[in-house]
């Protein structure tokens, strides 16, 4: 027997993936189409001894759960876009303490409220940039119950191992839609716990001293070490400094330890990637359209692949741009103006053999939309 299997919504997935992967911890505000994880978690965590808040709103939300992570609690928040962008100060400041967490982001139309029951993918570069300064960012995405279940517990072992804030953007069609979902016995997928110093009691504790594996144990706040926690730059002891060392120590630090892990933290699917004249590169649930126009057009002799993103931050650009050298051209197909097909042209050789395909009016990008959009590339000459 693999495992029970269940037929859930992705936001279900999501939830069920969090408490496999040891959630302790949830603060949130509900809002639609994340509204669920909230809903569910708020029957499901107590019963397991874990907390669950509703706070009055999103930065509160996400303040809560840093609180709680610092005292040594695996957390998660969940939101959608207008939520998202409130979060944005906070999540800055988890960046800079190296605090870990998850934030969930069901995305919608936007810009501010937007269609709030209707799909988009439009938070791509948000979740990349929105908070201010320079900073790096985890985020993953998923097109299938299963990979939405396995992408919760990446996400939470990922911001355990490299104490930073890992972002899941998932978007409304994956959230709402049903499928069924094998939950695996608890120990088959492997779970990082949160690594604890071991300096003991009254000696010099270091809260931002990395190991030499890069990683930064953590003393539980309120514990036995008394140590200070900041959004200013700071030094090995967390006390603030603007000594230009320290800063440009510190930022490199933080932007190190994920980008230049960007090979290692990228997950992916390819179908047929090895033979294809025409790649297609998609994520969420645009990756489901854009895999059933590859299964047909293989089946007419076509020489179609799809690489499936799953990291979208940082982005995977050595792996895109050795699938991509085997194909004559790369059709991006997403629901917002391009978001990612920027990041793919910069990754690529030939840029000008990168094409979009796309939708941006809160609609499901479908294989006729990506078909008309072949149409047109075929039209052009390519």
């Known amino acids: 027997m693999k495992g029970k299997v269940k037929f859930v919504q992705g936001n279900e997935a999501c939830v069920e993936g969090a408490l496999y992967a040891g959630l302790d911890f949830f603060a949130g505000y509900p809002i639609t189409p994340s ?3 909230a809903e569910h978690l708020s029957l499901r965590l107590p019963k397991r001894g874990g907390k669950f808040i509703q706070m009055e709103d999103e930065i509160a939300s996400m303040c809560a759960i840093i609180g709680a992570s610092l005292t040594g609690r695996k957390v998660m928040t969940a939101t959608s876009g207008p939520g998202f962008s409130l979060m944005q100060e906070a999540l800055g400041y988890a960046v800079m303490a190296e605090i870990p967490c998850v934030i969930v982001n069901v995305q919608r139309g936007g810009p501010s409220t937007g269609i709030p029951t209707h799909v988009s993918q439009g938070d791509v570069n948000q979740a990349r940039w929105g908070t201010h300064g320079d900073h790096a960012i985890v985020a993953l995405t998923a097109s299938n119950h299963q990979d939405v279940f396995a992408m919760t517990v990446e996400a939470f072992n990922i911001s355990e191992t490299y104490r930073t804030p890992v972002v899941l953007l998932f978007d409304e069609v994956v959230g709402h839609m049903r499928e069924r979902l094998i939950l695996p016995k608890q120990g088959k997928i492997p779970i990082v716990e949160r690594l604890k110093t071991s300096v003991k009691a009254g000696v010099d504790y270091h809260p931002y001293l990395p190991r030499e594996d890069g990683r930064l144990p953590m003393s539980d706040f309120g514990g036995v070490h008394r140590y200070n926690v900041t959004g200013l730059y700071h030094d090995m002891w967390g006390f603030p400094s603007d000594d230009p060392g320290v800063v440009h120590g510190l930022i490199r630090h933080l932007m190190d330890k994920i980008e230049n892990r960007a090979g290692e933290l990228a997950r992916f699917r390819e179908f047929y990637t090895e033979d294809a004249d025409c790649l297609l590169i998609s994520y969420g649930s645009a990756a489901r359209s854009a895999r059933h126009i590859v299964e ?4 007419r002799g076509g020489r179609f692949g799809l ?10 650009y050595e792996l895109v741009k050795q ?9 991006v197909v997403e629901m917002n103006t391009g978001q990612v097909c920027q990041s793919v042209r910069l990754a690529v050789d030939r840029p000008e053999r990168v094409f979009l395909a796309n939708r941006i009016d809160g609609v499901l990008i479908s294989p006729t939309d990506i078909q008309r959009m072949l149409h047109v590339i075929h039209g052009r000459g390519v």
């Open 35 to 37: 509204t669920e994880i």
């Open 296 to 299: 047909r057009r293989r089946r």
């Open 307 to 316: 690489l499936e993103l799953m990291t979208l931050w940082p982005f995977p």
């Open 323 to 331: 699938i991509a050298a085997r194909a004559k051209y790369i059709v």
